[in-house]
């Protein structure tokens, strides 16, 4: 789960996104951002670093707690607290939960770990919303976004209800977004992956107000259309060479016990050799 302050005036383009990508994997790693003023201007090396500098500044890696109460503490306790407003028009704080990312695929559940639950859902997109200032009924749930909030959820290939995490309230704006991929990287990509790769995703999009007063029109720089309509195509999957994979025994240090929970619990699944199996 991802929380975003984003600014009109403040788009990456292609070119710095995939350099972000590149010094996150160096951050994650464990080395320091190199200085930008070491290297010439407009080269790979500089956007590199200058994308390293500002992700060590304005990027704040948590570990998931364990409970909602714990998780709306450390969003009150952040850089993006309820002080934190956006500007009707102008900008928004986004809560951004990708489905894919927060689980493997169901097969060879001894090995992967497990897909998203409803109650992991709730937890950490009201748990944050529950920090910015969100509607709350009678009970203390969260019903209604901030009024420039707004919650972008990528149902991935899980039920479609753990998207719907605001079913029948009344004055929420919901839209849904069908992003198409290629055929050609859809293909590439199941030669890697035997099982079914989805050609569309959906992403779910809630708001306590229309979306085009929220935000300006904008026009998409790499496909036809704007973010006024509700399909983007065609949209290419990265190679599969670039890729994160890792060990079974690497997941089982990072994700251990949660990553058997689907099938086995904590425990680890009798009979198996945890090696180098990815």
Known sequence: MTLIHWHRDQCLGADQVSQADDCMNLLQ????????????????????????????IYCRLVVEPNS??????????????????????????????????????????WQRVP??????????????LA??????????????????????????????????????????YKKELVVVLS????????????GDVKQTQTFRISSAQPLKRLMPEVQFQTVTGSN??????????KPVR???????????AIFEPKMFGAAFGSDKAPGLEYNNNS
């Not at 900008?91 to 493997?104: K, Q």
């Not at 897909?115 to 944050?128: F, N, R, S």
């Open 29 to 56: 790693r464990g080395e320091t951002a190199p200085n930008p003023t070491l290297y010439k201007a407009g080269t790979v090396e500089r956007w590199t670093a200058t994308a390293a500098a500002h992700l060590g």
């Open 68 to 109: 909602r109460t714990t998780l709306t503490q450390v969003v009150a306790d952040s850089n993006l607290n309820a002080s934190v407003k956006g500007k009707q028009g102008r900008s928004v704080v986004a809560v951004h939960f990708d489905m894919n990312l927060c689980g493997e695929a169901a097969t060879r559940p």
């Open 115 to 128: 897909v998203p639950t409803e109650d992991l859902v709730k937890k950490l997109c009201l748990g944050a």
């Open 131 to 172: 920090a910015r200032n969100a509607e709350k009924d009678e009970t203390g749930e969260v019903v209604k976004p901030a009024d420039c909030d707004i919650v972008l959820i990528n149902q991935g290939a899980v039920d479609a209800k753990l998207a719907q995490i605001f079913p029948r309230a009344p004055g929420v």
């Open 183 to 194: 055929q050609e990287s859809v293909a590439e990509r199941t030669k890697k992956w035997k």
């Open 228 to 237: 006024r309509g509700h399909a983007m195509a065609w949209i290419s999957l």
């Open 242 to 252: 670039d890729l994160w994979t890792e060990p079974v025994s690497t997941k089982l």
